[in-house]
């Protein structure tokens, strides 16, 4: 796969679907997030040219496609702050059939992975994504083996049509010594991200203060800072980590800031928390794989009271099973009341920002998505509420995130591009792509099995 090409047809193919998406959404209950905007109980969307032009009632748009969303509820595309996406072909591998525990298991998997396994798993994790109603994904790409694999997870980003970020990772087995492929970095950068911002941007995974010594996560972080490109990183995991201090050595070397991502920090301290808003660094929290691999119990309250604005995301189907950020969403709303040994301690609007507007700021794009208003890249979705176990819908707030599931989502959109129409993916042939995936993941069992 050449990647010179590919960036070429990526331009032309964003240039031509912004010119092409014209529609008028009509009659939808919707969600804006924006709080000029407000919620209305029916009210339509008018895209042009990929952008929202106006929000109202009997809009009038002679020559628009009239998508009808009567009935259904109408709000932001979700955005998914933290996903490993080469591992999507790994659903529930471990404790079994892998025989070990999870990290184990992908270190092995990791190993067996060919550029052609990682186009094809980050192509399935976006199908599944965007049927989900997720219209951008951050990939935290911790298994870029090689120049090769890098240009795989970004071909099948930008074919997705979905946005988002790529974070430049490393393999699973590389060294505690050894820094992240500088050099490569560099030419991701120019050949993919040198121009304006499109639907997706760079940054660099980091492996950071928990993992390595100081002298390669400094330079890493060194690295990333004097380019201006954001990074990433796990901390504070679990409760013996957490003795390490990282969000504090971070801060000392002068690393916290508005571009740095800290993922879990389950067992973080209020101190850690404060010096996170203080910095306004990002915190995303990813709670089913937090719980399910034995980190902790998610510490949504404690954000919450310490003025952390987390977002959220499904980290990997491995662990969490599905891609369902309705169900994260719930999760995060149950975990705080239950923390707060109170009913009402968060409320649904609160955890609908965490999926829309905060992780559109995380991405530093909230003048740009993350809302549905005048101005704004037409992201959003179109939720069917008329189906078993989702009507009545007695509250549209309170059914996005306590209720819905990805299979009420009927329509994605990404700068007025229709992904997903009337139920059925747009870009991919979902059933042909599940035997791809079937027959990729066979083909690495054998890999492992060899090895
Ligand atoms: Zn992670």
């Known amino acids: 796969m050449a990647a010179a090409p590919l960036r070429e047809s990526h331009a032309q193919g964003a240039r031509q679907a ?30 042009r040219a990929g952008n929202i032009v106006a929000v109202g009632r009997d809009l009038d748009a002679p020559g628009v496609p009239v998508l009808d969303a009567r009935g259904a509820i109408v709000l932001p595309g979700l955005i998914d702050t933290h996903w490993h996406m080469w591992n999507s072909l790994a659903r529930g591998y471990a404790p079994t059939p892998s025989g070990t525990r999870f990290f184990e298991a992908m270190k092995t998997l990791s190993a067996a992975y060919e550029p052609d396994d ?18 951008s994904v951050t990939n935290w790409a911790h298994n870029v083996r090689s120049p090769a694999h890098a240009d795989a997870e970004l071909r099948a980003m930008f074919e997705s049509g979905a946005g988002g970020r790529f974070l ?30 499109g639907l997706i941007d760079l940054g660099v995974a980091i492996r950071g203060p928990e993992r390595t010594p100081a002298s390669t996560w400094r330079r890493e972080m060194e690295f990333a ?10 901390v504070a995991v679990t409760r013996d980590v957490q003795k390490q201090r990282a969000i504090d050595q971070i801060h000392a070397s002068g690393f916290l800031d508005a571009s740095t991502e800290l993922v879990h920090a389950t067992h973080a301290g209020d101190e850690d928390f404060r010096a996170i808003v203080a910095a306004k660094s990002n915190v995303v929290i990813t709670p089913f794989t937090e719980m399910r691999v034995g980190y902790g119990i998610t510490p949504v309250k404690r954000m919450l009271d310490n003025g952390v604005r987390p977002t959220i995301g499904n980290d990997t189907t491995v662990l969490a099973g599905n891609a369902d ?22 409320p649904s609007r609160r955890v609908l920002e965490m999926a829309t507007i905060d992780a559109a700021r995380n991405l530093g794009l909230e003048s740009r998505i993350g809302s549905i208003a005048p101005g704004k890249q037409a992201d959003m979705i179109v939720v069917d509420a008329k189906r078993l176990g989702a ?7 309170a059914f996005v995130t306590e209720a819905a599931q990805p299979a009420c989502v009927r329509d994605v959109l990404v700068a007025g591009r229709f992904l997903k129409r009337d139920g059925k993916l747009t870009r991919v042939d979902a059933s042909r792509l599940v035997d791809d995936a079937d ?7 054998a890999r492992i099995k060899r090895a």
């Open 118 to 135: 990682s186009y094809l798993a980050v192509r399935y994790a976006l199908a599944e994504a965007i049927s989900g109603g997720i219209t």
């Open 391 to 397: 009507a009545p819908v007695t509250d549209p707030l």
């Open 225 to 234: 800072q004097q380019r201006g490109l954001p990074f990433s990183v796990h």
């Open 325 to 346: 950020l309705f169900g994260v969403m719930r999760a995060v709303l149950s975990l705080a009341n239950g923390q707060a040994e109170k009913e009402l301690a968060v």
């Open 168 to 197: 430049y990772g490393y393999p699973q087995d590389m060294a505690a010594s050894k820094t992240n492929d500088f050099a490569d970095i560099e030419r991701v950068r120019k050949q993919y991200f040198d121009g304006a911002r």
């Open 439 to 445: 027959a990729a993941w066979h083909r690495l069992q």
């Open 18 to 47: 912004f010119d092409d998406a014209n529609v008028l959404i009509r009659g939808g209950t919707l969600l804006s997030m924006d709080p000029q905007v407000g919620d209305h109980a029916q009210a339509d969307v008018l895209i």
